[in-house]
């Protein structure tokens, strides 16, 4: 009796390592699995690569990229000058508030380089109303928002490309509100008031002079 007693009492225990070691060996592969690194060597293909390539007929989603200025900004290694659509109030209004929600901390509402976060110790940007970036082609802005430039982050993983180009619009906008006079203004032309939501940002002006270009195939 006092034998089946101590059994008894062991049996739970023993039962207990058992399983831990059954499962041991599980939980080895699950945190080593055989697997292939991205462009590794692969003896098992005739070819010697582990990479395989996609099935005849394959149709790429989201990455295709076929027009590289809408995607890049620029036309070989040089920023360009125009925007890759109609430079419309709705573009504009689009490009304020995506403007005003990732770009205003630092920049400020005006793009004088005098937003929030420099004044908690960080480098103040450059405004955009210097001579510089007046002369600077749009899609310079572009490609700095997407790449990033000096202590400033890139955005391109957190701002769509379209949004980036109208956020580039605004800064014109910007930029001729706070530059403009009436000597830019056609003789005979008369300068109409701007719509509520661009009343704030300068002296009247509303749409970049920016002439569009005609492409083909543009994103919707």
Not at 20 to 49: E, L, V, W
Not at 83 to 96: K, Q
Request: aromatic content about 10%.
């Amino acid at each position: 009796m006092g034998a089946t007693r101590n059994l008894r009492k062991v049996l739970p225990a023993l039962l207990a390592l058992a399983t831990m070691a059954a499962t041991a060996g599980c939980r080895i592969d699950m945190h080593i699995q055989p697997y292939y690194r991205t462009m590794a060597k692969s003896d098992f293909f005739a070819d010697g690569r582990s990479a395989r390539m996609p099935v005849e007929g394959t149709v790429a989603r989201g990455d295709l990229q076929e027009d590289a200025y809408f995607y890049t900004g620029k036309i070989g290694n040089a920023p360009g000058g125009y925007l890759p659509f109609p430079a419309t109030a709705d573009v504009l209004a689009r490009g304020r508030e995506r403007f005003n929600i990732n770009c205003t901390p630092c920049h400020g509402r005006v793009g004088d380089g005098n937003g929030f976060i420099p004044t908690r110790g960080f480098r103040r940007p450059p405004s955009y109303h210097i001579e510089r970036l007046r002369k600077v082609p749009i899609g310079y802005f572009f490609d700095v928002m997407t790449h990033g430039y000096g202590v400033m982050p890139e955005y391109g993983t957190q701002v769509a490309p379209r949004d980036r180009w109208c956020i580039a619009a605004y800064i014109r906008a910007l930029q001729l509100s706070q530059n403009a006079s009436a000597n830019d203004i056609p003789a005979g032309q008369e300068v109409p008031s701007p719509p509520p939501q661009f009343r704030d940002i300068g002296n009247g002006a509303t749409l970049p002079q920016v002439a569009p270009a005609a492409t083909e195939g543009e994103p919707k």
